[in-house]
């Protein structure tokens, strides 16, 4: 070892650099949510290219292009912070991409409808339909401030001749607003007759 034969003088370079680390944040694939009136996602984005050490403080928010029912719909990570295990923030050490998800979807939220309605009686003509008398009906599970209306369809039950005879809303009611769907599940029903085509139409004291 010659060292101790040298008078060494060290001379630190004032222009070095470290460049930022290349970050990526994604947005989750597949994401989907039932309506809800908001526009807020949920899901773990994915993150590639941390440094050995350092950690994800905050998770980035997930956020849907608009609130409405839809597919192939763009998800939006926001800004996330890292830390380097401890405390110390080192979000400032790289440059982070972040890159959306453009296959999340909105379904519709269902609907079940409570109240009552009351059917008209009908002369036999061979089908089922029925026609309304009274409604009262009301939806169940709408997001305020959204306004849904119904239009019932409803039929009888059999185009038999025939007293009481079950009377219930059909598939082929509808709502006002794509974002709802309806579920028939516990639907109220109600009955009325199907009279012979010679007989006359006993009308009730509701109207029916």
Excluded: C, Q, R
């Excluded at 060292?3 to 650099?17: E, F, G, L, P, R």
């Excluded at 949920?42 to 994800?56: A, E, M, N, R, Y």
């Excluded at 982070?96 to 979807?105: K, R």
């Amino acid at each position: 070892d010659m060292t101790a034969n040298y008078n060494i003088s060290y001379v630190n370079a004032t222009d070095a650099a470290i460049n930022l680390k290349a970050l990526t944040v994604t947005a989750p694939a597949g994401i989907t949510k039932t309506y809800d009136g908001t526009t807020v996602a949920t899901g773990v984005t994915i993150v590639d290219g941390l440094v050995s050490g350092d950690v994800k403080h905050t998770e980035a928010t997930l956020t849907y292009d608009t609130k409405l029912v839809g597919t192939n719909k763009t998800v939006t990570p926001s800004a996330i912070v890292i830390w380097d295990g401890a405390s110390a923030d080192m979000t400032a050490n790289y440059n982070i991409s972040y890159v959306n998800a453009t296959d999340a979807a909105i379904t519709p939220k269902p609907l079940t409808i409570s109240g009552s309605f009351t059917a008209k009686n009908k002369l036999f003509d061979g089908n089922t339909s029925a026609t309304i008398n009274t409604n009262s009906l009301s939806l169940v599970g709408i997001v305020n401030p959204d306004v849904v209306t119904l239009t019932p369809v409803i039929a009888f039950a059999s185009s038999a001749v025939a007293n009481g005879i079950t009377v219930s809303l059909t598939a082929s009611s509808t709502l006002n607003n794509t974002n709802y769907s309806l579920d028939l599940t516990g639907a109220p029903t109600t009955t009325a007759n199907i009279l012979e085509a010679s007989a006359p139409v006993i009308t009730n004291a509701d109207g029916s």
